[in-house]
C-alpha cells in the first residue's frame, strides 16, 4: 500500500488542504479515505482534498507524507494521473 500526502499549504474555503493519493490504484485510495474518514465529496478526478486536521491520523494510518512535487511525479508515474480538460470555449458556428 502506498498512499501519499503532502503538506497542508493549499488554502481554500478559510481552511488549509493536503491532497491525499494512492500510486497503485483509486480502490486503495477510496479505501483509505473511508478509513480516514474523508467524505467522499472531497475526491476530485485522481485525488482527495484532505483538511490540515486530517494530516496527522492520514500519517498516523499509514500515508507517507511527500512534498507536492513528489506527489506529482508519482502520480503520473503510475498512471493514475487525470488532468482537468481544458475549456475549449464555445463551438464555431456552421456556416
Do not use: C
Not at 500526502?5 to 493519493?21: A, C, F, Y
Not at 467524505?39 to 483538511?51: A, L, M, Q, S, T
Not at 486530517?54 to 487525470?82: K, W
Amino acid at each position: 500500500m502506498t498512499v501519499l500526502i503532502d503538506p497542508p499549504t493549499w488554502p481554500g474555503h478559510g481552511r488549509m488542504w493536503s491532497h491525499l493519493v494512492s500510486d497503485v490504484s483509486y480502490d486503495e485510495l477510496h479505501a483509505f479515505a473511508r478509513a480516514l474518514g474523508a467524505p467522499e465529496r472531497g475526491f476530485d478526478r485522481d485525488h482527495y482534498d484532505v483538511p490540515a486536521e486530517m494530516y496527522d491520523r492520514a500519517i498516523a494510518l499509514g500515508a507517507q507524507p511527500v512534498g507536492g512535487r513528489e506527489l506529482v511525479a508519482r502520480l503520473n508515474a503510475a498512471g493514475l494521473r487525470r488532468r482537468k480538460r481544458r475549456n475549449a470555449g464555445p463551438a464555431p458556428d456552421a456556416p
